[in-house]
């Protein structure tokens, strides 16, 4: 099973929005709707931020939202602060009863 | 609150086998399905193994499929990794994580416990 296809690293500035994408193949992220987007700071655990395409987990703020569209999905952040900078990864389940993530993200706030 | 717990992490060599525990509180344990998920220093996020809520039903990433077996016990709200015929890419941080039922995905996770696979 491949990884999932995230770009190495987006950035933007306090207040704007950037956009992760997350591509996968037929077999995981195109065939289900159980792409999930989470976020990890240096030497955190990863944290649930969005479920399920587009859900929120209680909690989360809705500056976070979730997309796709065939195979590719994505993690848009809207109101960009300096907390939001970290490590993004999508994840996606498989039609091989697998889970695979993508390859992670590093997000910058300049 | 919910909380996982991992242990039982070390340096180990080559060939040799590691089990790890995950002991949880604050949730029903045996209503929950748990997943192990790694990460390698500096990488990226990689799924090990799931195992259903009562233990009928196993799945592994193929880098670890028959090397490794996921295991629990609901008397003793634990769940396990044996981790047999290590190899040094199997150096990671291993992390136990609570499936959140019907959605594909987990919704809590522990701090993880390192193994250092070397000679």
């Known amino acids: ?110 | 609150q919910v909380q996982l717990v991992e242990s039982g992490g070390g340096v180990v060599q080559p060939g040799r086998s590691l089990r790890l525990s995950c002991t949880v509180s604050g949730f029903t344990f045996r209503s929950h399905a748990m997943h192990w998920v790694r990460q390698a220093p500096g990488k990226g996020l990689e799924w090990v193994a799931f195992i259903s809520y009562d233990g009928s039903t196993k799945y592994s990433a193929d880098s670890v499929k028959g090397r490794f077996t996921i295991s629990r016990d609901n008397s003793k709200n634990t769940l396990y990794l044996q981790m047999n015929s290590l190899r040094a890419e199997d150096t990671a941080l291993y992390y136990c994580a609570r499936d959140m039922s019907t959605k594909y995905t987990w919704d809590s996770w522990g701090q993880g416990t390192l193994v250092t696979v070397s000679s």
């Open chain 1, 1 to 110: 099973q491949s990884a999932l296809t995230q770009p190495a690293s987006v950035s933007g500035s306090p207040g704007q929005s950037i956009t992760i994408t997350c591509t996968g193949t037929r077999s995981d992220v195109g065939g289900y709707n159980f792409v999930s987007w989470y976020q990890q700071h240096p030497g955190k655990a990863p944290k649930l931020m969005i479920y399920g395409v587009t859900n929120w987990p209680s909690g989360v703020s809705n500056r976070f939202s979730g997309s796709k569209s065939g195979n590719t999905a994505s993690l848009t952040i809207s109101g960009l602060q300096a907390e939001d900078e970290a490590d993004y990864y999508c994840t996606s389940y498989t039609t091989s009863s697998t889970w695979v993530f993508g390859g992670g993200t590093k997000l910058t706030v300049l």
